[in-house]
């Protein structure tokens, strides 16, 4: 399934976190302990037991912002978004200060408008926006920020404030400020595929897949493979589109949507037995990935007439 990139992942955050605490708990457990506790179940996407264990630490040691923002992350994992923005703005009133709150909170705004209602969705998209506008007052030097005000101006529409010459400034700036980190390189790749430099966008991927060394660049670029996959597949280029697509799923090999993104490659290039065995992978990994369970049954009704 094609996915606009307006969200970071929460993978990124978790370990933004995890690296750049702005501050420490004064109370027991010690920021260290539950750091060790919870990073693996978050990796690990055991959202449900971080989540259990941070609301005990909560109940006894109440008024912590990083376990607000803990507990934020935890439900953003579970697709509680609300609840997540409910927690880390518990966070951003006992402390706020801390960019890393007023990013995730405003990837938040973004999901929870593309999850919800869309009479509501310019007025939580407006939010989000100006909580990374808010991320760059607070830190001029922010790469994530700019990378997430691309994605927002870029894609949104005139009425929301979207602009291309706006996202090309947000790109020139990530330039200046840091060209090698990993996020001005995923905005270069982004560039070229609008720019249907198709070639160079894919050579120039696989060179900093090449580059990277955490799981959180890969995370990222696997979403850069989905967005060419889908550019070569409106190009007609199905070859093409599916070794994107086969390196989007070796990047995140439990993510259902990679899957899927190859199962529509399939049915768009009419190989409906191959498109079948990635949607029901992805079924496989998620039984309740919508997306799949449709074109599955678009698939069948095809196959009985």
């Given amino acids: 399934m094609k996915r606009y990139i307006l969200i970071l992942t929460s993978l990124f955050l978790i370990l933004a976190f995890v690296a750049n605490t702005d501050t420490c708990?004064?109370?027991?457990?010690?920021?260290?302990?539950?750091?060790?506790?919870?990073?693996?179940?978050?990796?690990?996407?055991?959202?449900?037991?971080?989540?259990?264990?941070?609301?005990?630490?909560?109940?006894?040691?109440?008024?912590?912002?990083d376990i607000q923002y803990m507990i934020g992350i935890a439900h953003s994992g579970l697709k509680n978004f609300d609840k997540a923005i409910e927690h880390i703005e518990n966070a951003i009133s006992i402390q706020d200060t801390s960019a890393n709150y007023h990013m995730m909170l405003g990837n938040m705004y973004f999901a929870q408008a593309m999850q919800g209602s869309k009479l509501k969705i310019f007025g939580r998209m407006k939010r989000g926006r100006e909580e990374f506008e808010r991320v760059l007052e607070m830190n001029p030097s922010d790469i994530p920020a700019r990378y997430s005000l691309m994605q927002y101006y870029s894609q949104a529409p005139g009425i929301m404030g979207g602009s291309q010459e706006k996202a090309d400034k947000m790109f020139s700036e990530m330039q200046e400020v840091n060209p090698e980190h990993f996020l001005t390189r995923a905005a270069t790749v982004q560039k070229l595929v609008k720019d249907k430099k198709l070639d160079q966008a894919e050579t120039k991927l696989n060179e900093y897949v090449q580059l990277s060394a955490t799981r959180r660049d890969t995370t990222v670029f696997a979403q850069s493979y989905n967005m060419l996959g889908y550019a070569y597949l409106n190009a007609n280029e199905c070859d093409k589109a599916v070794t994107s697509f086969r390196s989007y799923i070796h990047l995140t090999p439990g993510d259902p949507n990679a899957y899927d993104s190859m199962g529509e490659a399939f049915y768009k290039c009419d190989q409906p037995d191959s498109a079948t065995i990635y949607f029901k992978k992805a079924l496989e990994i998620n039984p309740d990935f919508n997306h799949a369970k449709e074109m599955l049954e678009k698939l069948n009704t095809k196959q009985a007439n």
């Fill in 25 to 65: 708990a004064t109370e027991k457990p010690t920021r260290e302990e539950v750091e060790n506790h919870i990073r693996p179940l978050f990796e690990n996407n055991e959202f449900d037991e971080a989540l259990d264990y941070l609301i005990d630490i909560d109940s006894r040691f109440p008024g912590n912002s």
